[in-house]
């Protein structure tokens, strides 16, 4: 049987910009503490935004992306929406409105590349709906079985819901990304048997598969995502994984087996966004008709440049 291709993608997920600061020491800031730093030259993106980009650069013509999203209508969006067309992707979907600004992350690092970031909770994909993916519906069924969606956070969950529900009916491939803190719903509603794979880290796995915190934490990484994949594969069977451990290495579960992928011995400048670059390495891969123990391989590589 030859291997299943794709030559279209549609998403919803976070459109934004951000600022990244580098702290002062290693140690973990504090929840009352004030610490100096400096705001290194670096733009962040958003969720969304990096994967589509990601995907269209590796595969270029062959496929067609189409984000589905909102901005605020100021300058932020106003550049956000010209870089993506600049790649090529087809922005039918992204609108700006009007009374919310386009979304912000404020990415703090630490000397060892580690850090973390915050996302404002008022912004314009905030506002993405139902109704935003009832509009691209039509697009849904013209791709049918040739077509990847494409749910990751930083807008609402109801909204990638819908689009996981309704891209169901039309036979495409699913792929989603869920936080931490959205983990216990989507767990406990059964969302993941609207999902073929779903990309996670370990934390998110151990919570995806409802692993006590209080044991998993002392786990080494390797059994944390072995535990976490034969949980899921009980509750969810159809249900394939890629996990990522940073460091530890990445593992990518086909629906019966686990396979281990090491990370590449790099000069970490930072950890933001090689989780989504992870992900868009992994989803051209497959659009390719690569395996996902392949495809995890590419996603590494991605990762770490």
């Known amino acids: 049987m030859s291997p299943r291709t794709f030559d279209g993608l549609v998403g919803t997920g976070g459109i934004g910009h951000g600022s990244f600061f580098l702290l002062e020491g290693n140690q973990t ?68 409105v009007s009374g919310s600004p386009t979304l912000f992350s404020f990415c703090f690092v630490y000397p060892d ?13 905030g506002t993405v709906d139902e109704g935003a993916v009832i509009e691209a519906e039509p697009l849904l069924a013209d791709l049918g079985s040739r077509g990847i969606v494409l ?21 495409l491939f699913r792929a989603a990304s869920f936080t931490r ?5 989507v767990r406990e509603s059964g969302l993941l048997s609207r999902v073929d794979l779903c990309a ?12 006590p915190d209080d ?15 034969e949980e899921l594969a009980r509750v969810f069977p159809l249900l394939q994984l890629s996990i990522t451990g940073g460091m530890a290495g990445s593992w990518s579960w086909d629906g019966s087996s686990l396979a281990f992928d090491p990370a590449l011995h790099l000069y970490v400048a930072g950890t933001s966004g090689a989780g989504d670059a992870h992900f868009a390495g ?6 390719a008709g690569l395996s996902l123990q392949e495809a995890q391989e590419l996603g590494t590589i991605v990762a770490g440049a």
């Open 200 to 211: 996670v880290n370990l934390e998110e796995a151990a919570a995806a598969a409802g692993l």
């Open 282 to 287: 992994i989803l051209s891969a497959l659009a």
């Open 29 to 96: 800031l504090g929840r009352e503490e004030s610490r100096s730093g400096r705001f290194l030259e670096r733009r962040d993106y958003c969720k969304l935004h990096i994967i589509s980009h990601y995907v269209k650069a590796l595969l270029g013509e062959r496929i067609n992306v189409y984000p589905i999203g909102r901005v605020g209508d100021d300058l932020d969006g106003q550049r956000l929406r010209r870089e993506m067309a600049a790649v090529g992707l087809d922005m039918r979907y992204v609108r700006a």
């Open 113 to 125: 590349g580690s850090g973390g970031n915050l996302t404002t909770g008022n912004s314009a994909s």
């Open 215 to 229: 044991q998993s934490r002392d786990w080494e990484p390797a059994v944390i995502a072995r535990k976490a994949a």
């Open 181 to 185: 803190a959205e983990m216990d719903h």
């Open 151 to 171: 749910a990751v956070p930083e807008v609402p969950l109801p909204a990638r819901r819908a689009l996981l529900e309704r891209s169901s009916r039309f036979g």
